[in-house]
């Protein structure tokens, strides 16, 4: 098969977005086809990879986003495509490039929309005093247009496919993978640990990108919480992100380290590893793979009761409220566990989410649509 990719807000540090894709794409490539990913940039280029050629074009940043930018040049997308000559093509965005299914169905190529996000959720996060009733019937017409345009709608966990369910369209649950040789317990280090936390605090570590979504400052606020208990903890913090210098205001004081966005890729898995507690505060995640690789390495993680995450983590982890005291009464929990025992569990869930399902599921999913079956 020929399989284009095309999605925004793909960067060097954009996370799980950008970990998807050229996990897919590689996949797609070991099995035989070819892949275009289509994305944008500071300039336009090509480049071959292992997941497949790469064309990059010059795109504007969204302001207020920390650097993502966003496709614009439709008809060069198009052009690009139009060379191509695709199989079957996956759309990653809802923003600018939704059209494309409309595009894909006039030519009589496949098309899948793929959920990453919800937009109810975005719309509660940036216009928090929108009514309810507004926020749904907007989501609403949103997933009816989006359902309109495509034959196929992908979604990567319940939580992400149930505001396309709602309207009455059929969704496609694929769920992500994980890395289980990148991310392994084998990688933790007392090296690492030690250079983290003292011997008698547990090591917590929060992995993510810090904007407003994703509540890091609730993290935070558990780590104040539990320094209040007289619990002692240390927690590090990997990411970056426009809410970087929030966060740092908000963890003078405690026992936190802000490590930024931490490129070695070998140095984020020890971290990962030899963690005691991972923590994933976010309200909106629609899958959470830095929580998924947490779980490969042996960590168990506290996630957002309101987010897709319960589905991810099962009993490998905690849900709870997006409160400060709920996150470390969960954190509580979490360590008074035998350390053995949860770190066999956190592995064991993780097992169960290999690249090569998700890789699988997704071709089964265009070799139907090209065979024309509904």
Do not use: C
């Not at 191509?84 to 759309?91: G, I, S, T």
């Not at 903890?233 to 966060?247: F, M, Q, S, Y």
């Not at 020890?270 to 505060?281: K, N």
């Not at 390495?297 to 009993?315: H, I, K, M, R």
């Amino acid at each position: 098969m020929r399989i284009a990719q095309v999605a925004n807000f793909h960067g060097p540090r954009s996370g799980g977005l950008r970990t998807a894709l050229h996990a897919l794409g590689r996949g797609y490539v070991e099995a035989g086809d070819d892949v275009l990913l289509v994305v944008p940039g500071d300039h336009d280029g090509v480049r071959d990879t292992p997941h497949g050629r790469v064309l990059t074009l010059h795109s504007p940043p969204l302001p207020g986003s920390g650097g993502y930018r966003v496709l614009t040049r439709l008809g060069a997308v198009e052009d690009a495509l139009t060379a191509f000559a695709p199989d079957a093509l996956e759309v990653s965005d809802r923003t600018t490039l939704t059209g494309l299914g409309t595009w894909a169905r006039a030519r009589g190529i496949p098309a899948a929309f793929v959920a990453h996000e919800r937009v109810d959720g975005l719309l509660r996060e940036a216009l928090p005093r929108l009514p309810e009733a507004t926020v749904a019937r907007l989501a609403d017409a949103h997933a009816r247009r989006i359902a309109g345009r495509f034959d196929t709608l992908v979604a990567t966990t319940a939580f992400a496919g149930e505001e396309l369910a709602r309207v009455g369209a059929p969704v496609e649950t694929v769920p992500l993978g994980v890395d289980l040789d990148r991310f392994h317990p084998r990688h933790a280090s007392a090296a690492t640990r030690r250079a983290h936390a003292p011997d008698h605090a547990p090591l917590l570590v929060l992995a993510s990108r810090l904007s407003r979504e994703k509540r890091p400052g609730l993290a935070i606020d558990a780590v104040r919480v539990l320094a209040a208990r007289g619990r002692p903890v240390r927690l590090a913090v990997a990411g970056d992100g426009p809410a970087a210098g929030r966060v740092r205001r908000a963890a003078a004081g405690l026992d936190v380290e802000l490590l930024g966005f931490v490129s070695d890729r070998a140095a984020f898995a020890a971290l990962l590893a030899s963690a005691d507690v991972a923590v994933a505060p976010g309200p909106i995640e629609t899958f959470g793979l830095a929580a998924l690789e947490a779980l490969a390495s042996g960590t168990p993680v506290v996630v957002n009761a309101a987010s897709a995450l319960p589905e991810v983590v099962g009993d490998a982890g905690l849900a709870a409220a997006g409160t400060p005291e709920a996150f470390a009464d969960a954190i509580e929990r979490l360590l008074a566990r035998d350390a053995r025992e949860r770190r066999l569990a956190a592995r064991a869930r993780a097992v169960a989410f290999p690249w090569s399902a998700s890789v699988a599921r997704m071709r089964a999913l265009h070799a139907r649509s090209l065979a024309g079956v509904p």
